[in-house]
Structures are given as structure tokens and as C-alpha cells.
């Protein structure tokens, strides 16, 4: 067996892998953390930039402020100063030192402060106070703004001098309240509270201006956050400056920077309006134009058309077109009447060919014959109709009322109402009645009645009648 005499190959590192891959591990293995701590050492160079030492009784820490996160620190660090940091662990490879780099810092009095917003953001948050679906949509034209904030601060000159340069047609309502202090919570939901219950406005600007934690912490408080989520008008809050946020901020329907860029943010900008008004104004003109000029086009058309179809113009079209016709009938018609007289002829030969005499005086003879029985038949059918007749006249002379008359029978009516009698009891005595007879008609009075009965035995010198009664001639 063969030994292997060579050593294994060593994994050497330069000081700057060494550094590069340190301070990956220290990158991953912290998070975004806060540190107290005393500044020393503070240098400032040209760059803007600032290096100090964080340190506590017993140990300091290197520590780098970026120009761009110094700018919006709200304070000045100095050498002694006490202060809340919010920093990244990292490495600084060139030098190999450990060292901090600071995102946000603070005194050391605004972190008391700092940990009760941020417990009182993350309760609120957990209650749904920030949730996007209850967020309300601005309008796109207010008709009129209010605005909660102090009468005499700086927020209130600024909002309006934005207002009155966007659009100064809007009518703007101030709501007074306090911004700071103790009583400030308080002051501001009672105004919230007012702006919402009389809905005067579409919009509302809660407004401040800048300052420290503890100037904004009215707007921390959970009052103004329920009031805030409460009322039914869209809010926008430009609270302190761009960096500055409150919990009112996280449950208004929308955020703005500063105070002025909260009111550019519920107002048209009037150049904006005149510029799109004016831009509508040219599309609607160029609409016009084009619709004016399809209608008058089409205005042609139909001039162009009804002229086409007057009659005026018509009229030789269709004389024209007659006289064609006229010409092709007669051309027809004479083809036809040459055909006719064609077919004439040869009928005439055809007819010239056969002797018609035999069959003529056949069909004499059959006509003569069917003649007579034509007349006879009539002649039968005629005597029939007059017997038929005659007997209908004899049965309609028996069922005749004027042949009842003359049998001797009579009809009776009372004179009053010329109602034929039926019945004795229909007459009076004294009552004048009218007698139809088979020849003529008598007028009497009556004398006295008789039930059914006794009519049937007539007096020798009476004569019967329908009625039944007595009757006197007069």
C-alpha cells in the first residue's frame, strides 16, 4: 500500500474575508434594537456624518450617524448627553472595529414616552383602529373643509394660505381646540365629536404643528384615536413634521407629511381644475365640430336623396320607362295577334278540310228534343207550384182570424185602451167596448156581466158574445 505523505490543504483566510464574513454573521444574528447610553468622543466632519462613543459605567461602544438620519433628528447630540438610539450591529471592515450604526436617536427622557406609544399603538392596533377597511375615500371636490387645530397656531396660517392659493372658492369651517397640554386629548375629541355631529363639512384637517414627543402626545391619546374612528367624515392629519408620526395619524383615513401638505391633499389645485375645464371645454367643441359636420353631411345626403326621389325628377324616369313599356307591349302584341291569325288559318284549313253539315243538323235535332222536354217539364213543374199554392191559401184562410169572423164569432175590445177581452171580470158595467165584426165593427156600452157559467145560457132575445156581458148599441 502506497502512503499519502502529503499534509491537507489549509483553508487560509485574509484579514479582509475575515472582516467581510464577521460582519455578515453580526448583520444576521441582530435585529434592529434600542440602546441607552452617554455620547462621547463626538467627532463632525465635512461630511456630515457624525462618530461617537456610546458608553455607561462599565463599557462604550463605537457608534456612526449617517447625514441622511442626522437630518431628521429633532435634536442635536453633544458630548454627555443621555440618549435612546435605535441602532443596526454591525462591523466597519477596513479597521476591523465593532461599531453601531444609528438609525434614530433621541433623549433619554422621550423613551419613557416612546415605549407607551408604542404599547398604546400595538393595543390599538390589535382593536382594529387602523384597519384599511374602515378608511374612507376623500372626495374629489369638497364643498366645504373643516379644520381642528388651535386659532393662533402656525398650522392654522399655513392650511390656509394653501387653501386660499389652490382654491379659494372653498368655504373653510374652523373648529378651535387645544393642541398641548393636559387638557388637549380632551379639546380635541369634543371637537371632533362637534364637526361630526353637525356635518357641515366633507373632509376634516386635524392639523398641528412640529415639536417634540411630548408637545404631540395629545395625539397619542386613545380619546382622540376613538374619536377619531368614530366619526363618519373622512380625516386627514398633518401632524408636526415628515418624520413625526402619532397613533392619530395610523387611524385617520389618510396621513399627510405637515399641515400644508394635508390641505394640498383635500383640495383641487385650481390651475389643475382651470387647465382640465379648459382641456373638457376644447374636447367638447371638437365633438360638436364633428358631430355638426356628420349632420350636415348627412343633411346632404338626404337633400341629395329627397332630390333624387321628387317627383319632378321621378316623372321622366318613369315616362321614359312607359314608353318602353308601351313599345315592348306592342311589339308583344303584335307577335301575339301574328300567332293568332297563324293559328286561325290553320284552324280554317283544318276546318275547310272536314264537312261540319252532318254533325249541325244532329245536333238540331237533339236541340229540338231537348227543347220539348225543357217545356214540358216547366209546364209540370209550374202546375205543381200552383196546386201547392192554392192549398197553402185555403189552409192559411181556415187559420185566418177574418174567417173565424165570418163563422159569426166577434173580437171586443175596451174603448179606454183598445185591450182585447178575454174574461167578464175584465169589463165594468158602463164601460164603452169596441165589438169587431165579420163586416164592419160596433161601439157599445155595457150593461152588466156574467160569470163564465151563466154566459153559457144565452137569453132568447140576446145574442152571445166573447165577453160574456150585456152590451147596449150606441
Not at 152 to 177: K, Q
Request: with cysteine.
Amino acid at each position: 500500500m502506497k502512503t499519502d505523505t502529503q499534509s491537507p490543504q489549509r483553508d487560509i483566510y485574509s484579514v479582509t474575508r475575515l472582516n467581510r464574513e464577521v460582519r455578515a454573521v453580526l448583520d444576521g444574528s441582530f435585529p434592529l434594537l434600542w440602546i441607552e447610553g452617554e455620547i462621547s468622543n463626538l467627532a463632525r466632519p465635512s461630511s456630515g456624518h457624525l462618530y461617537f462613543s456610546l458608553k455607561d459605567p462599565q463599557s462604550q461602544v463605537r457608534c456612526a450617524l449617517f447625514r441622511t438620519q442626522r437630518l431628521r433628528l429633532r435634536m442635536q447630540p453633544a458630548n454627555g448627553m443621555q440618549v435612546l438610539a435605535r441602532v443596526r450591529v454591525g462591523l466597519y471592515e477596513p479597521r476591523g472595529d465593532f461599531q453601531l450604526t444609528v438609525e434614530h436617536m433621541e433623549t433619554a427622557g422621550e423613551g419613557a414616552l416612546r415605549l407607551a406609544f408604542e404599547q398604546r399603538k400595538a393595543k390599538l392596533a390589535a382593536e382594529g383602529l387602523f384597519d384599511s377597511a374602515h378608511k374612507r375615500g376623500l372626495p374629489v371636490f369638497p364643498r366645504q373643509i373643516g379644520i381642528i387645530t388651535s386659532s393662533s397656531g402656525a398650522a392654522l396660517r399655513d392650511v390656509l394660505s394653501v387653501l386660499r392659493r389652490r382654491f379659494p372658492a372653498i368655504p373653510v369651517i374652523i373648529y378651535p381646540t387645544l393642541v398641548q397640554g393636559e387638557e388637549a386629548p380632551g379639546s380635541i375629541a369634543a371637537a371632533l365629536r362637534t364637526a361630526c355631529r353637525r356635518a357641515e363639512c366633507d373632509v376634516l384637517l386635524l392639523c398641528r404643528g412640529g415639536g417634540s414627543l411630548e408637545d404631540l402626545m395629545a395625539f397619542n391619546d386613545e380619546s382622540v384615536a376613538h374619536s377619531i374612528f368614530d366619526c363618519e367624515l373622512p380625516i386627514v392629519t398633518g401632524v408636526g413634521h415628515e418624520i413625526d408620526f402619532t397613533i392619530a395619524d395610523f387611524v385617520a383615513d389618510q396621513r399627510a407629511p405637515t399641515p400644508s401638505a394635508a390641505a394640498e391633499l383635500v383640495t383641487p389645485d385650481r390651475s389643475d381644475w382651470f387647465r382640465r375645464n379648459e382641456q373638457l371645454r376644447m374636447r367638447l367643441l371638437s365633438v360638436a365640430r364633428r358631430k355638426l359636420m356628420d349632420s350636415t353631411l348627412g343633411l346632404r345626403h338626404l337633400t341629395a336623396r329627397v332630390r333624387s326621389l321628387h317627383p319632378g325628377v321621378r316623372l321622366p324616369q318613369q315616362q321614359q320607362r312607359l314608353d318602353g313599356l308601351e313599345l315592348r307591349l306592342r311589339r308583344v302584341m303584335q307577335a301575339e295577334l301574328q300567332q293568332a291569325r297563324s293559328r286561325v288559318a290553320n284552324a280554317a284549313a283544318r276546318l275547310g278540310s272536314t264537312n261540319p253539315r252532318h254533325r249541325v243538323h244532329a245536333l238540331q235535332r237533339l236541340l229540338v228534343q231537348l227543347e220539348g222536354r225543357l217545356w214540358s217539364t216547366l209546364r209540370s213543374e209550374l202546375q205543381r207550384s200552383r196546386q201547392r199554392f192554392a192549398k197553402a191559401v185555403h189552409l192559411l184562410d181556415n187559420v185566418s182570424p177574418l174567417a173565424t169572423l165570418r163563422r159569426g164569432y166577434s173580437i171586443t175590445r175596451r174603448l179606454a185602451d183598445r185591450e182585447i177581452l178575454f174574461d167578464s171580470r175584465s169589463v165594468a158595467p158602463g164601460d164603452r167596448v169596441e165589438t169587431r165584426l165579420s163586416s164592419g165593427s160596433l161601439i157599445a156600452e155595457v150593461l152588466a156581466c156574467r160569470p163564465a157559467a151563466e154566459a153559457s145560457r144565452p137569453e132568447p132575445e140576446e145574442q152571445p158574445n166573447q165577453t160574456g156581458s150585456h152590451l147596449r148599441g150606441s
